[in-house]
């Protein structure tokens, strides 16, 4: 079964949406037979990569909020996010341009350390003092070392700007084409999708619909009722 999990890192709700999604596939029997792929969404596509500000100055002029309404938001998400072990800083954080990361998290696909390096990003840019989006690029060269990938081919990545462009847009027009207008998003074998970071429960519920519900698959017989195959133990002997 394939999960397919579409998040921003910029996105707090992401960050504690994974943490509960993670809890829940821990506990899934049949977690072994889950395939989770991360997929690419940006809240603020359009941002220039030198266009940073606080956190608070862009919730209160995106969203009309006043800068007390902001901050008790983030000490609520503050709370979330320590309701499942996450550290979460509810003052003093940047916003800014998220593509190079998607860019980066593609790479990551490639080699296997795509959740490894998703991880290493949010706590980046949620619980770390450093700023994902004033350092430059050697600063995600450096999370991407810490999630296993080579310095050298993620510098590669960010110095060339169509690397991997072609896939995190595609992976957006592909989450509007199945009605995701934000995230985090779960779909589910293509069947069933989850909007927002849902209680473990939820998650757990979805995953446990999602398994049961999996077409069986029907073999089609011809003369013989098994045909000749091979095996663990071996080929079938032609016969005469």
């Known amino acids: ?30 977690r072994e037979q889950v395939e989770v792929v991360h997929r690419s969404f940006e809240l603020d596509p359009g941002r220039a990569k030198d266009d940073v500000q606080p956190v608070v100055a862009m919730l209160t002029k995106k969203y009309g909020m006043s800068e007390a309404q902001a901050h008790d938001g983030e000490d609520n998400l503050g709370r979330q996010a320590a309701a499942e072990g996450l550290a979460y800083r509810t003052r003093g954080r940047d ?21 490894e390096l998703l991880d290493a ?10 700023s994902v989006f004033t350092e430059g690029g050697e600063r995600l060269v450096e999370l ?7 310095a050298d081919a993620a510098r590669k990545v960010l110095a060339d700007p169509d690397a ?26 293509r069947k069933y999708g989850v909007s927002g970071a849902q209680p473990a429960e939820v998650f757990t ?36």
Request: hydrophobic letters at 40%; glycine letters at 10%.
């Open 205 to 240: 519920q979805a995953l446990t619909q999602a398994w049961g519900e999996r077409s069986p698959l029907t073999l089609l017989q011809g003369g013989d009722s098994d045909g000749d195959a091979c095996g663990p133990d071996g080929c079938a002997v032609p016969r005469s």
């Open 121 to 130: 990003l949010y706590r980046a840019n949620f619980a770390e003092e450093r």
């Open 164 to 189: 991997y462009a072609a896939e995190v847009r595609a992976d957006e027009r592909e989450a509007a084409q199945l009605g995701a207008s934000g995230v985090p998003f779960f779909v589910l074998d």
């Open 95 to 115: 916003h800014g341009s998220t593509f190079d990361m998607h860019r980066l998290l593609h790479l990551a696909k490639e080699h296997g350390r795509q959740s």
């Open 144 to 150: 991407a070392v810490a999630a296993g990938l080579d």
């Open 1 to 30: 079964m394939r999960v397919e999990i579409w998040s921003d890192i910029a996105c707090p709700w992401c960050y504690v949406g994974k943490a509960r999604f993670e809890k829940a596939l821990a506990a899934f029997p049949h």
